[in-house]
């Protein structure tokens, strides 16, 4: 047992793994070290420009020995909602690439029940938004990846969809269903994969909000790394304090035990 008492554990992807193309240093072995020791783990992602393909040959590029099945995407758990909800016509406002795992959807610009909403980077207009708002107007539901507020990126933190989510929800009146963090259900997805209840569990993610308050509000820890997104200013700002604040993924292994902890590497809330 680890000195956390953490029987399971979920990995938060860019900003806490790797930025863009660059993987953060050690942590590579800060997973295979976790791994290694037995802990069960899952690799969550809001991430929507990637296919699950995709996004599983890109981690295993930068040096992560992770198994496809081991990845849980947000537009994995959307792609399972849309069945449940009997495969509905669909608006796609995803990533080409991410599109492919939505296939089996019939899809309509002009006719759609449900309009998806994910990362399309500079394909937002005021045209795209009103176009999308009528639709939501004759009756669409909103259905959002994420809602994430900004990330970061090789260039510096950018503006995330969630500006665009709640531009549409103010417009049409309309309560976007979220899929990704900070859903519990998304969380539950994890955790049922792993076979745990959340009080055995963490997250280990760079946003205060998503990654920290939706684990905590999920029943899971939460580990905090000053990596990706991470900004001081930001995280004292907030009303969430995580259970553990880490300077990167790659003093996990010492804050669960694993290695002998170094002075001053690690600190709690």
Known sequence: MNQLDIQGLLFDLDGVLYIGSQPIEGSAD??????????PCRFITNTSTLSLGSLARKINALGFAIPPEEIISAPQAAVRYLRGMGSPTCRLLLAEDV???FAEFRQSDTEAEVIVVGDIGNAWSYDLLNEVFNCLMRGAKLIAIHKNRFW????GLQMDIGGFVHALE???GVKTTIIGKPSIDFFQIALDDMGLTADAAAIIGDDIDSDIGG????GLKGILVKTGKYRQTYVEA???RPDILLDSVCDLPVALGLRPSPAGR???Y
């Not at 800060?30 to 802990?39: E, F, K, L, M």
């Not at 684990?215 to 999920?218: I, R």
């Open 152 to 155: 970061q990126t090789e260039q």
């Open 30 to 39: 800060a997973v295979a070290s976790v791994r290694s020791s037995g802990i």
């Open 266 to 268: 690690v600190a709690g």
């Open 238 to 240: 907030s009303s969430i």
């Open 170 to 172: 103010y417009a049409s």
């Open 215 to 218: 684990g905590q509000q999920a």
């Open 99 to 101: 599109k492919k795992d």
